[in-house]
């Protein structure tokens, strides 16, 4: 997968499934993800789920008036 898509900084299956197909009908994807547990033996103890939800919550935050602001442009 890293030679296929060398710009890749983390892999998320669903969000890859959905990037192919906005891909495959031109259609613009973004995403936005935080990691709550690192690759590994599935150790509940360390999972940092409540974080990683604070961290979406703050980007999205931060977000909102960048996407609020965008013109859409017709091919």
Do not use: Q
């Not at 995403?31 to 961290?55: C, F, H, M, Q």
């Amino acid at each position: 997968m890293r030679e296929r898509y060398p710009r890749a900084l983390a892999e998320a299956m669903e969000g890859f499934g959905v990037a192919e197909a906005a891909a495959l009908h031109g259609v613009p994807v973004f995403e936005v993800r935080a990691v709550s547990n690192a690759v590994g033996p599935r150790d509940r103890d360390a999972w940092r789920i409540g974080e990683a939800l604070g961290v979406l919550a703050e980007a999205f935050g931060k977000l909102a008036p960048v996407f609020e602001s965008w013109t859409r442009h017709e091919p």
